[in-house]
Structures are given as structure tokens and as C-alpha cells.
């Protein structure tokens, strides 16, 4: 037991340090500072709006923006907010500084608010520049739409845009789909989404945002909260005017129910409002697609962009019937997804086998980009010296209108005799399969005449005489292991021996204890520990409670089990010296180290 517990201290040692280490790295990593700058993109004329700059440390000052051509109402003024988690036993501490600026802007244009700074632990952080535009709206038009809000949602209070970054196009050159909400109602849900299903086109969505965030957005002279639903990226596959079919979704928009009953001034605060159900439809959007001018190279497999290409050899010289390959490297920005491998000229000695390719490429706002390699494994089949033609690749450059084809160098290769053949074999005809020739004599065996040599094949376990003693042995060790364990589970259960087996080790440490408080001189509290350890091993050893112990008890129980009346003397005569000392004045320290003897003594020799 004792080592079990020693091994389980360990275990639990190394998980708190593995755990504080981990918590240490966690903190660094959340604790970096940042200093940003938030304010709405978008206000109308009059409107009066918050631009705050928030941090997550502590600031020793702040360097406040220059804000010209809006009204500052209010602000600086300064905030701090930190809150601490605790989920599942995780603790996460958060803290943030901000300061708000209360401004409204009087005239329509567009303006732009410099970085403020902040220093921070000796270091300076800015945050970044904001841009607000100001726009004049029709008031009697958004009063009205306030009001009619309440019983009606119309389609210019909230509609579905599909954008498309380009409007004409080339068949292989791509372009960005962008699907957005606008709304100037609440909206809490959506139901019944769809998405066009972009025939003509190869399609990925390249951002599909997990949480729909509204932002202001000036459309027309009129301030919508838009919200990004979907954005795809597209190569048209054709050529000819190709329709992006419509988007259509339900929204769940809040209004205020209408109330044709007088209201009080207290109506404004207590207002009740209805989900209604409205289905969003976007305008189909019709893409101009030019097909690519005749005349391309026979190098030509589609790839339209930018792109530059590489080559090389794994090796330049091998043996016959080794291996090398031949990579290609194409690069750069199109529709590089779809590029096809370029076809080499290869020497008609060599076998050519499936080609690799590895796609790293990636896809985003700006389309495709990146680089794509074709591996062609080689096997050389006859010795000599050989060339691979340089490996040509066109594509059609869309800025220059134009095909552009791009040419490697040209491979030499050393190929030697093959390890182990006779060189006379190099003597064959080109296209000649050499690697026939050389399997010959490992095809085809020739018929052993004589006696037949057999061998004793592999012994195997199951079955053996060494499985059976094996089956033996775990039994046997079975029967053991079940005896003991039973042996012990009785003897656990037994908790009255248990507590006296237990009795003389319990004491020692309680001595212990005593010992110490006799080093340090502790008089009162020395014989109350000596005291509770005496008395704690009797209870023990006779399996009594405290409150049943008294001292003619302990007498006949301890004669009873055959303890010389010497010894039972000598311990009835160290309770009572412990019970009087415990409220007696210091009598010196002799008393004390004998008293603390006899102790030891006394429970070494009654071993009841």
C-alpha cells in the first residue's frame, strides 16, 4: 500500500505540473495585447453614433485621435470591465479597457478618423484608421417606412443581391459571387434557404460565415444593415450569356404589432411586437462569357491566368531498369485547379507510369492562386545517353489577351548498364523491352531432378506441448492469485483486526507528533498529543471508543489479554501523569523526555 500511495503522489505531481505548464502557455498566448477601433461604416446626416477604442490591457495613457468635420458631444470617457470564468473547472480572466466618444455628424461626405494610440507596458499600440461615410436620406420617406413598419414589410425594407466582381468574362477566367441580406427591419431567423445551383459554371464557396453579422452598408442614399450569406468563387465551363439563378430564403422579421387604440406615453417602453414571415427573393444575375480566340497551341489544355513554370530531374544519371522521375512545377494565379498535366515527349526506351499531382493551391477573395506539380515517374530500360524534349505549356493571359506559352530546358540523361546483367544485352535494338531479357532466368525455373530436399516449416503455438504448459501456468497462477486476494478481502473485512493491526503504527506516528512538540518545548500541548496517542492505542487495541475508556476497564481488558500488571501499572500511571500535566504548570523538561521514554516503551513491548 505504501508504495501505491507513493506512486499515486507521483502521478498526481506530474499532472499539476503538466497542467500549470499547459495553463502557463495558454496565458501567453491569450494575453496578447491588442488596440482596436470600432465605429459604424455608415451614418445619416444629424445621426448621433459611438466610436470606441478598446484594449485588453492596461493603458499608462492615452493619445486621443484628431477628429475633424464631426461633432464631438461627449467623450473621452473611459470604461474598465474583467470577469472571471470558471466552466468545468477551466478558469478564463478576462479584462478591457475602452474609451467612447459620443459624435454626430452634421454634413454628408465622407470622413476619416486618424489611429489613436495607447502605451502599455512600456510599448505603443495604434489602432487602425476609420472611415465613415455620411449620408443625406429621404427623412419623410424613413418616417413613413417607420410607420407603415409597424402592419407591412416591403420588398425595399428588406431584399436578397447577388454581386458578381466581374460582369464579362472569358470561358476558363474566374470571378467572385456574392450573396448578401439588406434590411432595415429586425430580422430573427432565417428558414427555407436556396442557393443557386450555378449551371455553366465550376463552383466553390470560398466563405460561409458561421454567424450572420449585420453591418451598416449606403445603398442608394439609404442605410441598410447588410449581412454576408454566402460567397462563392466561378469559372464559367462555356461561353455565351450564362444566368446566375436567383437566391431565395425566409426571413423571421420582428414588427410592432399595430395597435389602433389611443397610447399613452408609456406605450413606447412596453411595446409588443409579431414574427411575420417574409420570402426574400435576389435578382437573377446574367454573366457575359467571351469564348477564347481560335488559334491556341496544341500545348493548350484550358488554363487561363497568370502562371510561370518550372522543371527539373530527380536524377541525371541512372542505371537501367531504375526509376527517376520528371516534376513540373506550375505556379501562379487562374484557374490552376483545373490545369491538366502537360504531356512530355519521353524516349521511346523508357516506360512512363501514372503521373503524381500534388494541388497547393488555394482559394479565396482573389480567386485561385498558387502552384501545382506533376510528378511522371521514368524507368530507363536500355543504357545510353538520352533527351527529353523541353516540356512546353500554354495558357491564355487574360490582361494581355493573348496565348503565352512557357518552355522548360531541355533533360539530358546518363543511363548505365544495368547492376547485375550482362552488358552484351546493351546490344539490342532500341524498343526492345529490356527488362524481358533480364527476367528470364527469374520467370522461368528450370526442373529439379534428384531427391527432393524438404524442410520443417514453421512450428506454430496453438496446439504445442509449450501452449499447453503455458494454459497450465495461467491456471495455477489464477488459483493463487484468487486465494490470496480472498485471503485479503477477509482480512479487510475484518474491522476490529484491521484497527488493531493498524494501532501500533498510528501511535508511533502520533509519538512522533510528540516528539516534535518536546523539541520545541511546547509543554501543555506535548502531553496532550503524548496523552491522545497513548489512549488512541488502547482504543485501538481493544477495539473500544474513547468515551467507553476508564481506567478500571482499561485494567480488566489488558489483563484479560495477558499484559503484566507491571506494564499495566506503569501505562494507567503515564495517563494519569499526562491528564494532570495537561492543566498543571511546566515542570521542566526531564519529566517530559521520560515520560515521552516510557511511551515508546511501553508500546513497543505490549504487543496485545
Known sequence: MRYIERFAKKVHFKRVVLFTLFFAVASVAVAQTTFTAQAPRVVEVGETFRLVFTSNGEPSSFNPP????????????????????????????????????????????????????????????????????????????????????????????????????????????????????????????FEDVRFPSFNGFWSQEIETPQNIDFIREN???????????????????????????????????????????????????????????????????????????????????GAVGTFKMSGKLSKDSVNANEALSLIIDIHGAGNINLIEAPKPEIPASFELYDTKITDSSNKGAGGASGSKKFEYPLIARAPGEYSILPVLFTYYDIAKKEYVTLSTNEFKIKVGDATGVNSSSSGLPLGVNQQAVRSIADDIRYIHSGRPLFKRGNVFLFGSQIYFVILALIFVFYLLLEKFLSKRVQRNRDVAGVRSRKANKIARVRLKSAGQLLNEGLYSAFYEELHRAVL???????????????????????????????????????????EYARYAPDLGGDNMDKNYSKALDLISSMEL
Open 66 to 189: 484628431s477628429i475633424t468635420g464631426l461633432d464631438v458631444l461627449a467623450g473621452p470617457t473611459s470604461s474598465t470591465m474583467s470577469s472571471t470564468k470558471i466552466i468545468n473547472g477551466k478558469r478564463t480572466e478576462s479584462f478591457q479597457v475602452s474609451y467612447t466618444y459620443i459624435l454626430q455628424a452634421n454634413k454628408e461626405g465622407k470622413y476619416k478618423i486618424p489611429s489613436a494610440s495607447v502605451v502599455i507596458d512600456g510599448k505603443n499600440y495604434s489602432s487602425s484608421v476609420v472611415n465613415i461615410e455620411v449620408v443625406k436620406t429621404d427623412s419623410d420617406k424613413s418616417k413613413e417606412s417607420n410607420e407603415k413598419g409597424s402592419a407591412t414589410v416591403t420588398n425595399q425594407d428588406i431584399f436578397m443581391k447577388i454581386s458578381i466582381s466581374k460582369g464579362r468574362v472569358v470561358t476558363g477566367e474566374h470571378f467572385i459571387a456574392t450573396i448578401k441580406l439588406y434590411t432595415r427591419v429586425p430580422v430573427a431567423g
Open 219 to 301: 445603398v442608394n442614399g439609404q442605410i441598410y444593415n447588410s449581412a454576408l450569406l454566402k460567397k462563392y468563387l466561378l469559372l464559367p465551363q462555356q461561353s455565351g450569356s450564362i444566368t446566375i439563378d436567383a437566391a431565395e430564403l425566409v426571413c423571421q422579421v420582428q414588427i410592432r404589432a399595430n395597435n389602433s387604440a389611443s397610447r399613452s406615453i408609456f406605450d413606447d417602453f412596453f411595446d409588443s411586437y409579431q414574427t411575420l414571415r417574409k420570402r426574400v427573393y435576389s435578382s437573377p444575375v446574367t454573366v457575359k462569357v467571351d469564348p477564347l480566340p481560335s488559334g491556341a497551341p496544341s500545348s493548350f489544355n
Open 536 to 578: 488512541g492505542y488502547i482504543s485501538d487495541k481493544l477495539n473500544l471508543s474513547l468515551s467507553d475508556l476508564s481506567r478500571d476497564k482499561i485494567e480488566e481488558l489488558l489483563i484479560s489479554r495477558g499484559v503484566k500488571e507491571e506494564n499495566i501499572a506503569q501505562l494507567l500511571s503515564l495517563i494519569e501523569q499526562c
